[in-house]
């Protein structure tokens, strides 16, 4: 019994602690809930040094963007979308989904999302990109694996055909790489979601789980990482790394239905098309869980 109420002090002060630390942000629209529990998950570099002004916007790009959806039911979905996705962003117009988050940071982003999916996202969760390579290194290294020999310039990613495990600044770079690869986006939107199930992997390994001093460099990492929405505390992105994880365990990591991967633009260059109905179709059958996701390779 003393031992059971020693580890439950424990983690109630742990939580305490990391809760204390997080940085909130108003980002939640209020629009009426959708069921089921959606999360919003983007990495911006608004704290990879750059110019920042007093909104937290001017010169801070959101290049990661992904719904994390757990069904009433309690199946999950992890969904990536491309930051060049046409997207009608409120009060603007037709831009690149990322474009959100420039003009209007969490609050605009959230709302954009939730226009383009018909999800009400419940916890918007923002992670620094230097938050990336301080919470692999709190817990060793990540295994992570590519499919060629990679020497990217202008992300850093350096790597040979096959699995690694690979400490923090290599799984930065392997998150943000997209210039090597003929996909694009869509190559990257793959190699971040093998990133989060493996740092979900080894987030809840005996090897962390069972050592107070690796909990302690997670939740210091994690924290000083994170962004979260008003009421969004520590306990939330737990529950968001556990769904996350089982839904990369069960492979149900659908991908959006895409028109045209190079359309051209009027202002924005090359950007992905998709079809209203066909994503309104895709959304609703991630909402009631039968949404089909990809088969073996």
């Known amino acids: 019994m003393l031992v059971l109420v020693l580890a439950l002090g424990w983690g109630v002060g742990l939580g305490a602690w990391s809760n204390s630390r997080i940085e909130h942000v108003d980002a939640l629209s209020g629009a009426e809930d959708t069921s089921g529990t959606t999360y919003l998950i983007a990495g911006s570099d ?20 992904m719904l994390l959806h757990r069904t009433p039911s309690g199946k999950s979905y992890l969904i990536s979308l491309p930051r060049d996705t046409l997207v009608d962003i409120p009060g603007y117009g ?11 940071g969490a609050e605009l982003l959230v709302k954009t999302v939730e226009e383009f999916s018909g999800l009400t996202v419940d916890h918007y969760v923002e992670i620094g990109f230097d938050g990336v390579s301080e919470v692999v290194d709190s817990v060793g ?16 990613l350096k790597m040979t ?17 997209r210039y090597f690869d003929p996909t694009a986006d869509i190559g990257r939107q793959q ?19 069972l050592n107070p001093f690796a909990q302690v460099r997670l939740a210091g990492a994690g924290s000083d990482a994170l962004m979260t929405s008003d009421g969004t505390g520590i306990v939330d992105v737990g529950r968001m790394a556990l769904t996350a994880r089982s839904a990369m365990k069960d492979g149900s990591t659908p991908v959006i239905p895409i028109e045209n991967p190079e359309f051209m633009t009027k202002h924005s260059g090359v950007a992905i098309l998709t079809d209203d109905d066909d994503i309104a179709a895709f959304f609703a059958s991630v909402e009631d869980g039968t949404a089909e996701v990809p088969g073996p390779k």
Request: charge should be negative; glycine fraction near 10%; include cysteine.
């Open 141 to 156: 290294t990540v295994n992570l694996c590519i499919d060629q020999d990679v020497d990217d310039k202008k992300s850093g």
């Open 46 to 65: 608004r704290r990879d040094g750059g110019a920042v002004s007093q909104d937290g916007t001017e010169g801070a790009r959101a290049d990661t963007m």
């Open 94 to 104: 037709k831009y690149k989904l990322n474009a959100a988050f420039s003009f209007g």
């Open 191 to 209: 190699r971040q979601q093998q990133f989060v199930g493996a740092l979900m992997d080894r987030a809840t390994s005996p090897s962390v789980l």
């Open 161 to 177: 055909e096959g699995c690694h495990d690979v400490a923090g600044e290599q799984a930065l770079a392997f998150v943000r790489a």
